[in-house]
């Protein structure tokens, strides 16, 4: 057998080694109850994930896509079933350390940018690493470095309202990128956005996705935005089809 044959089969055995599953969630349900209704928003979801995919998941509006991010990220709980990150069960955790694995191990993209109003864009993109009580120097710097890799180091002193939507969810990326994350989740990251900027910032998850190997999980309902990951997840009434 030749050197180059083995390694090939070396490196298709490596796709599917567990070491490789970023995100493993098993036969998960979730029902809201309010004023005694029950609405199902997920029913038997089991979803795998893997180190540097970027995965889309689809649907239309109240099909469940957001609550699965939500209750994969570990912002909201599962009635059933099992998620678990990087190997972490995010159910055995406490709501102190689950908070923390999420500060150090993983980003995030929102379609309203979430950025804070009275900062600049340098001190925004900062913030995730002051949290966790990084140095302000080697902060500052790590966020310079960001805005730099997201073609925004020229506007780095301006608050959030003087820059255009392209450009805050530019910022947004890069403080979800500050901490060098396992994982990046993006609920509509262009919803907000006009199409010019929506193919910028696809340009963008998707060359990180590319040369960094980053595992980005995107929920979208636009066909355009879900065709530029590497696979799409159905979803339909709390389902995956």
Request: with cysteine; aromatic share 4%; glycine share 6%.
């Amino acid at each position: 057998m030749s050197i180059v044959s083995k390694s090939r089969q070396e490196e298709q055995h490596e796709q599917f080694e567990p070491k490789r599953v970023i995100v493993g969630a098993n036969s998960l349900f979730k029902t809201y109850r309010t004023h005694g209704i029950e609405v199902p928003a997920l029913a038997d979801v089991t979803l795998t994930v893997m180190r540097g995919e970027m995965v889309a998941i689809m649907g239309p509006s109240g099909c469940g896509k957001t609550t699965l991010l939500n209750c994969l990220a570990g912002l909201d709980t599962v009635d059933s079933g099992s998620v678990l990150i990087d190997g972490v069960d995010l159910a055995r955790m406490s709501d102190a350390r689950r908070t923390d694995f999420r500060a150090r191990t993983m980003g995030f993209v929102f379609q309203n940018f979430n950025l804070i109003p009275v900062l600049s864009a340098v001190e925004n993109v900062e913030l995730p690493l002051l949290v966790l009580h990084k140095r302000a120097s080697v902060a500052r710097q790590a966020a310079r470095d960001m805005l730099n890799a997201v073609g925004l180091s020229h506007r780095e002193r301006h608050r959030p309202a003087e820059l255009s939507g392209g450009q805050r969810q530019r910022v947004a990326i890069a403080r979800a990128l500050i901490n060098e994350p396992a994982i990046v989740w993006a609920d509509e990251p262009t919803g907000n956005l006009d199409s010019d900027a929506a193919a910028e910032v696809m340009d963008l998850l998707a060359d990180l996705n590319a040369t960094r190997s980053q595992t980005l999980v995107l929920v979208t309902h636009a066909a355009d935005i879900g065709a530029r990951a590497n696979r799409i997840v159905h979803m339909r009434d709390g389902h995956i089809v």
